[in-house]
């Protein structure tokens, strides 16, 4: 079983840089992927960022390319999402969540994911 435990969100403005954390517990292989999702109010959960946990098979969704970057501490077991030159839009709750199967192809759906993270709220004033 893997703990997903997510850190670093908070409120800045627009144009600011956040860095969130996630926390990974657990026994883990380097199959596993991590992705990380967001969720506005009113809105469905959208695809951010995923990579596998050996670093590999990394990609980003469309609107935040370019301006997010994900990255493996395996030491530190965490997943890090550096978020740049944030957006109001960018304003939602920011979950991780886990593939503990291997994938065929990279998985960017939320139901491929089968351990979540209880989220952290990012808030970007504009």
């Known amino acids: 079983q893997v703990q997903l435990a997510e850190s670093g969100g908070g409120v800045v403005q627009a144009g600011a840089s956040l860095t969130l954390d996630c926390t990974v517990s657990g026994r883990t292989f380097d199959y596993y992927t991590i992705g990380w999702f967001r969720q506005a109010p009113g809105k469905e959960r959208e695809f951010v960022a995923t990579?596998?946990?050996?670093?590999?098979?990394?990609e980003y969704g469309d609107s935040v390319k370019g301006r997010f970057t994900i990255s493996t501490d395996n030491v530190k077991s965490t997943v890090t999402l550096q978020m740049n030159n944030l957006k109001p839009e960018d304003t939602a709750v920011y979950f991780c969540?886990?593939?503990?199967?291997?994938?065929?192809?990279?998985?960017?759906?939320?139901?491929?994911?089968?351990?979540w993270g209880q989220g952290t709220q990012v808030t970007v004033s504009s």
């Open positions: 969540a886990a593939r503990v199967a291997p994938a065929a192809s990279t998985p960017i759906r939320d139901w491929a994911y089968h351990y």
């Open positions: 990579t596998k946990w050996s670093g590999a098979n990394i």
